[in-house]
Every structure is written in structure tokens, then in C-alpha cells.
């Protein structure tokens, strides 16, 4: 079965610091691959996605995140993060029949 | 614009009463899907549609019904047989097919009392 796992559940970093989320998986294939993020009593909004290509995917805010099928990961980054980015991320596989199954999620706390 | 709607944002509710929770879309999307989130455990799968008139249990559907009458609601129903009914409560859609993510609605936080 595919699943996600997010190995960090809290990350504390400075403002204008980096940021490196991890997200493994677990599946034979390819998969497709999502990351997300949930501001506090929100829903959740898509950063990026990726299903094939090039390996090194662009999303919104900043955000990109790598696929490497060598170690099964796709970890997300931010080169310099900005208090507005405190918030919970989730890393998302697609399952069978077209479902998403997500990890338990990474908080992240940004510190003056 | 196009989104989807969840609706109250906040519920409260005495133990033993059934609640309803709305969600409605008009992105024309095929599926759509509940989600239950408590902190730190992620998002579990409550139950989702793929197609008006049917719908699938998810992962902790005891204690919680659906209904699919049309494309653009799907809405759920937390029952007295729900034993910790409490929690953030999410609504999602997507097209059909693995190359899309969802969109979310912002939420419905359930508390019983």
C-alpha cells in the first residue's frame, strides 16, 4: 500500500532562514506526489505537485520540492521564510482510485 | 469564483444529537470527500463520492453517513453513534483522475458538549 510518512513533526526556524521539509513514501511506481499547506483553522491550499518530468518542481509562495526516487523522498524548501509561513504542511500520495492519503503533517514555527 | 463552501464554521452540539455539516461546490468536480483532522494525526477519510447516487466508506466511517443527491453538495451527517464527534471537519473535491489535487473548503469545527 502507498503511504506517507513526515518524520519532523515540529520545525522552529528564524525568519529569512531555509527551510527543508522531509516527506517519504512508499510505492513501486512513480507516483504522484503533493504537498500542501494549512494556516490555522483553514483549509488546506496546494503548493505544488508533481507526477513525472523534471524532477525539481516549482509551486507557489516560494516553495519548491524535489523527487528523488533513489531514497523515496520529496522534501520540500524554501531558500528564505517569512513569518507568514508559519504554519502546518502536509505531504500528500495518490492512493488507488484516485484518493490521496496524507501524512501527519510538519508544524512549522518562524522566530523573529 | 469558483470554491467550495463549508458550512456553520463553528457548531456546537449536545452528546447524543445528530448535526449535519455542509459542504457545497461549484468547480463542477466529480468527486468529492470528507476528511476528519485532530491534531497530530493528519487527515483520516471519512467517506467520499465519485459520482451522484454513490458514495464509499473511507477509513473511520463508523458513526458518520452521506448523501451524493446532486454534484455540487455532499453532505455529512455526525451521529449519536460517533463516539468523539469533536474535531475539525474538511470538505474536498477534485475531477476525477490521479493528476489532480484537491481543493479544500476552510473547515467546520464540530464541538460537542
Known amino acids: 500500500a502507498q503511504s506517507v510518512t513526515q518524520p519532523d513533526i515540529h520545525i522552529t526556524v528564524s525568519e529569512g532562514a531555509s527551510l527543508e521539509l522531509r516527506c517519504n513514501y512508499s510505492y513501486g511506481a512513480t507516483p504522484y506526489l503533493f504537498w500542501y499547506v494549512q494556516s490555522p483553522g483553514q483549509g488546506l491550499q496546494l503548493l505544488l505537485k508533481y507526477f513525472s518530468g523534471d524532477t525539481l518542481v516549482q509551486g507557489i509562495k516560494g516553495f519548491e520540492a524535489e523527487f528523488k526516487r533513489s531514497q523515496s523522498s520529496f522534501n520540500l524548501r524554501k531558500p528564505s521564510v517569512h513569518w507568514s509561513d508559519a504554519a502546518e504542511y502536509f505531504c500528500a500520495v495518490v492512493l488507488n482510485d484516485y484518493k490521496l492519503s496524507f501524512g501527519a503533517g510538519t508544524t512549522v514555527t518562524v522566530r523573529a | 469564483d469558483g470554491g467550495i463552501t463549508q458550512s456553520p464554521k463553528y457548531l456546537f452540539r449536545k452528546e447524543g444529537q445528530n448535526v449535519t455539516l455542509s459542504c457545497e461546490q461549484n468547480l463542477n468536480h466529480d468527486a468529492m470527500y470528507w476528511y476528519r483532522q485532530d491534531p497530530g494525526q493528519g487527515l483520516r477519510l471519512i467517506y467520499y463520492s465519485q459520482i451522484v447516487n454513490d458514495f464509499q466508506k473511507g477509513d473511520i466511517a463508523e458513526g458518520y453517513s452521506v448523501s451524493r443527491e446532486k454534484k455540487e453538495s455532499f453532505p455529512l451527517t455526525v451521529t449519536s453513534a460517533q463516539k468523539n464527534p469533536t474535531a475539525f471537519y474538511l470538505c474536498?473535491?477534485?475531477?476525477?483522475?490521479?493528476?489532480?489535487?484537491?481543493?479544500f473548503g476552510s473547515g467546520t469545527r464540530l464541538t460537542v458538549v
Open positions: 474536498a473535491s477534485s475531477p476525477l483522475g490521479e493528476a489532480y489535487g484537491y481543493t
